[in-house]
């Protein structure tokens, strides 16, 4: 308690990140320790992580990780976690002291569809760095920035969706009509799979245009999903329609 209670993160006013896209995932560079390292922005992250052993060691001089919660896996496998305690993290849009790391070991995974798997980033900032502002946070995709605004900012040459925020969890929600029926979807900038439900919220009497097994790969593993898609699929987001969308269930 007294780690969580220790730390200090606060966003830079009228600051400006530029992030890279690849793979459709936003990717920033940040400084933990004074370590610098190319991390995934990841809003649908309810805490930010590290995943490169030999990064971990670059920062953690006196060897000190905590033993944190276990996690299940996207394969299914119980894996545990540790805590790394930070003592500076700072990007370009936020600085933070005593800032709590999970660390999961990633382990080179072999399957029958390709030899090996590696994280293409030593970690995550997750949601838990933007969580608490009171500063308008823009992500902006036409110039590949991340902008923290001030608090007179003005919205008005803006659109209000009906988004809310859980605060227990930390996620941010932005609800869907498909098939008449509301869905609450994840804003997660993390997942570069579009509009990804579950089976059980999608009934349709259309057969999908492609089914497909695929692997599914997240910070802590990777499964293999049956995977539909429908290309043809009408939406009403925020009172507008939308025709013609993906959708994967």
């Known amino acids: ?15 400006i990140q530029s992030f890279t896209l690849e793979n459709n995932k936003l990717h920033i560079p940040a400084l933990i320790n004074n370590e610098s390292g190319i ?31 276990k996690i299940v896996g996207a394969n299914g496998v119980t894996i545990q976690s540790y ?6 993290a700072n990007s370009g849009f936020f600085t933070s002291k005593n800032k709590i790391f999970r660390f999961i070991k990633i382990l080179k995974q072999k399957t029958k569809y390709c030899n090996e798997v590696q994280p293409n980033n030593i970690g995550i900032i997750g949601i838990d ?23 007179d900012f003005t919205f008005q040459n803006y659109t209000k ?19 008449n029926k509301k869905i609450d979807f994840l804003f997660d900038t993390g997942n570069n799979g ?41 939406i009403i987001f925020n009172k507008t329609k939308k025709i013609n969308c993906k959708i994967s269930v």
């Open 39 to 69: 991390f995934l922005f990841d809003t649908g992250a309810q805490s930010s992580a590290l995943l490169d052993s030999m990064f971990l060691q670059k920062i953690n001089k006196n060897n000190e990780l905590k033993k944190g919660t």
């Open 129 to 151: 760095f933007i969580e608490n502002s009171e500063l308008p946070v823009l992500l902006d995709f036409e110039k590949s920035r991340i902008e923290i605004l001030n608090k």
């Open 194 to 234: 579009g509009l990804i439900l579950k089976n059980k919220d999608f009934k349709s009497s259309k057969q999908p245009n492609i089914e497909f097994n695929t692997l599914i790969e997240t910070a802590n593993g990777i499964s293999s999903q049956k995977i539909k898609s429908y290309y043809n699929t009408d």
């Open 83 to 88: 805590n790394f305690v930070s003592s500076t």
């Open 161 to 179: 969706s009906s988004a809310k925020i859980k605060t227990l969890g930390s996620k941010i929600i932005l609800p869907l009509v498909i098939n």
């Open 1 to 15: 308690y007294k780690d969580y209670s220790n730390q200090v993160s606060v966003l830079n006013e009228n600051s």
